[in-house]
């Protein structure tokens, strides 16, 4: 077995990626009790923020600065609660963060378990987000920037997951069906895992 250059580290992320509305928030936190290790959500942690600038780009739906999210996701992740792992939800979005994420691994010590994609059809997560505006307190979804976020998404997203797609560790879920069927479906891949690429 190849040593970790912290060999004390035996950091595993699962990374959990979907469109806004796919159920990325809920699945993140079943899968972190049933692996006990903690959920670590970017939008959670950002919107814990009270910086104006930050505030505005959410409610517009836009994506923050690579810089500000990579820094607050990573200092998360080096908490020692997560020393064992976490899973990661909403990051990476975008390939430079993807980038930084790997480039703080190969220096903190820890690994990528797996990438699961929910993946849910965009007129679903319409939808399902029309739906969560009725009751979300969410500023986002209550100003309707349903259609930015989808764009945001459609734009970003493909290079990433063929980032990680290219590295063998991406798996596809389908995020339509039940709650629990959809945990089960994420269980079911980390137990039998990509062949990793070489
Ligand atoms: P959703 O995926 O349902 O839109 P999130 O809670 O994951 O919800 O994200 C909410 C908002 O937070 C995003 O629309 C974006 O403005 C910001 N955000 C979250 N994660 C990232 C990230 N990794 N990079 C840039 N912006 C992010």
Same mark, same amino acid.
């Given at each position: 077995?190849? @040593? ?54 959410? @409610? ?50 820890? @690994? ?59 798996? @596809? ?26």
């Amino acid at each position: 077995m190849k @040593t970790s250059p912290r060999s004390a580290v035996r950091r595993e992320l699962v990374l959990l990626f979907g469109g806004p509305g796919a159920g990325k928030g809920t699945q993140a936190q079943l899968l972190s009790a049933a692996l006990g290790v903690p959920h670590i959500s970017s939008g959670d942690l950002l919107r814990e923020r009270q910086a104006a600038a930050t505030q505005a780009l959410m @409610t517009r739906g836009d994506l923050l600065p690579d810089g500000l999210v990579t820094d607050i996701v990573l200092e998360r992740t080096a908490q020692p609660d997560a020393e064992r792992g976490a899973v990661l939800d909403g990051f990476p979005r975008t390939v430079a963060q993807a980038q930084a994420l790997d480039a703080w691994l190969t220096q903190h010590g820890g @690994t990528i378990r797996e990438a699961v994609f929910l993946e849910v059809p965009t007129d679903e997560l319409v939808n399902r987000l029309r739906e969560r505006a009725e009751v979300s307190g969410r500023a986002d979804d209550r100003a309707n920037a349903t259609p930015r976020r989808l764009e945001a998404f459609a734009k970003e997203f493909p290079p990433v997951l063929e980032y990680y797609a290219d590295r063998g560790l991406l798996r @596809t879920v389908p995020g339509t069906g039940s709650i629990d069927h959809v945990h089960r479906a994420i269980l079911q891949s980390l137990a039998h895992p990509p062949a990793r690429a070489h």
